[in-house]
């Protein structure tokens, strides 16, 4: 009996539902750097980890906003034309996803970045703390270690 497949792979449309809904709740590390790198004015990323893990080291042009804080300060800071991007710590961690929900709330688009910021840092993104800018190598159990795009 095959684990794979005693439960029924879903019909094609259902399929479809499914992944296509996941992408619109979730982005990857990857896709979020190019944007970035690009200077893609449509999104705006929020780390939404607490101050002395905004300190350790964050994404750079992340902007800070703890997730106790959203519903207070996100009008006077996120615009609302633009997709907010959530990231906490990592796939261990559900502040990403009480962010991103804080957000959908307050009637954002949202998405919430998959992998986190363990993810981002695994991969060699830089990686911005109070003393500059990093990079540490790539992680190969997480990117490829010639160079930081997948080609998935």
């Known amino acids: 009996m095959s684990f794979v497949t005693s439960t029924p792979a879903a019909v094609a449309a259902d399929a479809v539902a499914h992944f296509s809904g996941r992408l619109s709740y979730e982005a ?14 449509g999104i705006v990323v929020v ?6 893990s905004w300190r350790q080291g964050r994404i750079r ?4 906003l703890p997730t106790g804080q ?3 300060r ?5 615009p609302r034309d633009v997709t907010v991007v959530t990231y906490c710590w990592g796939p261990g961690c559900n502040g990403a996803t009480r962010a991103a929900l804080e957000f959908a709330r307050l009637g954002y688009p949202v998405k919430e970045m998959i992998g986190g910021f363990e993810y981002w840092a695994r991969e060699g993104f830089p990686v911005e703390t109070d003393d500059g800018v990093e990079r540490r190598p790539a992680d190969p159990l997480t990117a490829p270690v010639g160079g930081i795009a997948c080609d998935c």
């Open 61 to 64: 042009g992340a902007v800070h």
């Open 70 to 72: 959203i519903a207070e």
């Open 74 to 78: 996100a009008a006077s800071i996120i």
């Open 28 to 41: 990857d590390v990857s896709d979020v750097h190019a944007d970035l790198a690009a200077g893609e004015p």
């Open 47 to 52: 780390d939404s980890r607490g101050d002395e």
